[in-house]
């Protein structure tokens, strides 16, 4: 625990570790976040990747109670020594971690809130969308991305940022911009933009029939987003046994059009078609 003895010493944390996608965020863009956060005494929040701590500070004094999820075993270690009051410290991998079991003891529904890694963003929203349980679990989450991601988290049909990402947070979740970062926002600063990002869980905007196939249906469609529907959701619906232009027809959507400009609700029809 070399790392920790340096900490206490001399104040200062261990450096940014690249493999874990770590930047930490400058104190006046934690104020912001904060604000824009609006939590309420009875709070409680799931952070994902605490870091050094400087949101969970400024974030501790104002809500009931604070459960940091962080991979960093030097960082986790650190933080919890400083017995940030409401807070407890779980050390781990977000993407392992079972988060309904997390919080199944918590008050409910809690929010969620992190400085997302670049380079495991998605993956961790698609928990998130997962572990709210339609709202029940999870009111929200408020998250910061690389600007590219956030991008594509809250396109529209039509945009040239829209795909597989925008439908299935849209089937879920109503998405909110909040904030554009640069990278002087952070430290080590990143080569690109960042954006806070505020997805609001609800149930199902549209009835897919099942999940798991919706999200193999919009995958696989959007493998081939520059042809037509007809072509792109050929192999899709081959792999069901099924023959596109029938369930097509079926959906009562247009075989000509180009998957991003259809809506969730389109894709809904698309997916119970195919069933």
Known sequence: MARLADRRADGRFPPARKRFGQHFLEAAWVTKLVDAVRPHPDDTFLEIGPGRGAL???????????????????????????????????????????????????R???????????????????????????????TDATVMLQKEVADRLAARPGDDAYGALAIQAAL????????????????????????????????????????????????????????????????????????????IDQAALNPRARPETLTVEEFGRLCRAVL
């Open 108 to 138: 409910l529904p809690a929010r969620a809130i992190g400085n997302l890694p670049y380079n495991v963003a998605s993956p961790i929203l698609f928990r998130l969308l997962d572990a709210a349980d339609e709202g029940r679990r999870l």
């Open 56 to 106: 969970t500070r400024a974030l501790a004094p104002r809500v009931g109670r604070i459960l940091a999820v962080e991979i960093d075993r030097d960082l986790a270690a650190s933080l919890e020594a400083e017995g940030v009051p409401n807070l407890q410290v779980v050390t781990a991998d977000v993407l392992e971690v079972d988060l309904g079991a997390l919080l199944e003891s918590e």
């Open 172 to 247: 879920l979740a109503d998405v909110e911009r909040l904030l554009t970062l640069p990278p002087g926002a952070f430290r080590p600063p990143p080569k690109v933009m960042s954006a806070v990002v505020r997805l609001t869980f609800r149930p199902p905007v549209v009835d897919v029939g099942d999940r798991a196939t919706f999200e193999k249906v919009v995958r696989g469609v959007f493998l081939q987003r520059r042809k037509t529907l007809a072509n792109a959701f050929r192999p899709v619906a081959e792999a069901f046994g099924r023959s596109a232009a029938e369930v």
